[in-house]
């Protein structure tokens, strides 16, 4: 069996158009279709001079925001007061809580997971340079 040609059109077949077409019932500018675009992640930063910040920190935390709780400007006493503040809060909402500087906290709510990498896999990572 030949290759389908025809002299009288440059040797090929032109195509007959008896052939189904899609067809969409949808038109493209439907608004119930096109998908929503979702809110941009929020991280919360606070430095606290004070106990008074904590009703602060709950908020966020119970807004499902997650919280950077930097405590370098607060006694020694008040910073103790907050982390156990920030212990109780994460505890009672089924949060997280990550030490991730000296007297800097990460705060997360229940639907936030943090993944910790402590160390390079192999000796060739970047925090090995000295």
Not at 45 to 57: H, I, N
Not at 81 to 93: H, P
């Amino acid at each position: 069996m030949g290759a389908l040609r025809d002299e009288h059109h440059n040797g090929w077949l032109m195509p007959s158009g008896n052939y189904p077409a899609a067809v969409y019932e949808d038109e493209w500018g439907d608004q119930d279709t096109i998908p929503a675009v979702p809110a941009p992640a929020k991280i919360v930063s606070l430095r606290p001079t004070g106990f008074e910040a904590a009703r602060t920190v709950g908020e966020h935390i119970r807004a499902s925001i997650p919280v950077v709780m930097d405590l370098t400007e607060m006694s020694e006493a008040e910073a103790k007061r907050m982390v156990d503040f920030a212990s109780g809060l994460i505890f009672g909402t089924r949060g997280g809580i990550e030490r991730i500087a000296r007297r800097v906290f990460l705060l997360t709510p229940a639907d936030v997971e943090v993944t910790v990498i402590d160390r390079p896999l192999d000796d060739t990572g970047f925090y090995n340079q000295s």
